[in-house]
């Protein structure tokens, strides 16, 4: 079965930087797009970033771009977010995603700017 997990948040000062990754399994990972989203409290899911299959093309939402990079890792099946110039509105909890005929979403890992 398909399954898409996320490490690596925590709490992070204005201006620091966190790498998120996401292991994925139960697919042949090389052959979809991935994506990650953002929610946060009492707000509606935001896509943040996309990759094409082969990583040959990345997307952006206008809050992130300049400040966030999405990557991925084939051989390895692992989508990553690199997130640097952290702002106090990037707290949320973040969440890979690929859509194989439905959506699959990963548990998501917190993400907290604060000083």
């Known amino acids: 079965q398909v399954q898409l997990v996320e490490s690596g948040g925590g709490l992070v000062q204005p201006g620091g930087s966190l790498r998120l990754p996401c292991a994925a399994s139960?697919?042949?990972?090389?052959?979809?797009?991935m994506r990650w989203y953002r929610q946060a409290p009492g707000k509606e899911r935001e896509l943040v970033a996309t990759i094409t299959s082969a990583g040959g093309t990345t997307n952006y939402a206008d809050s992130v771009k300049g400040r966030f990079t999405i990557s991925r890792d084939n051989p390895k099946n692992t989508v990553y977010l690199q997130m640097n110039s952290l702002k106090p509105e990037d707290t949320a909890m973040y969440y890979c995603n690929t859509r194989i005929i439905r959506n699959y979403w990963g548990q998501g890992t917190q993400v907290t700017v604060s000083s």
């Open positions: 139960g697919f042949i990972f090389s052959n979809y797009g």
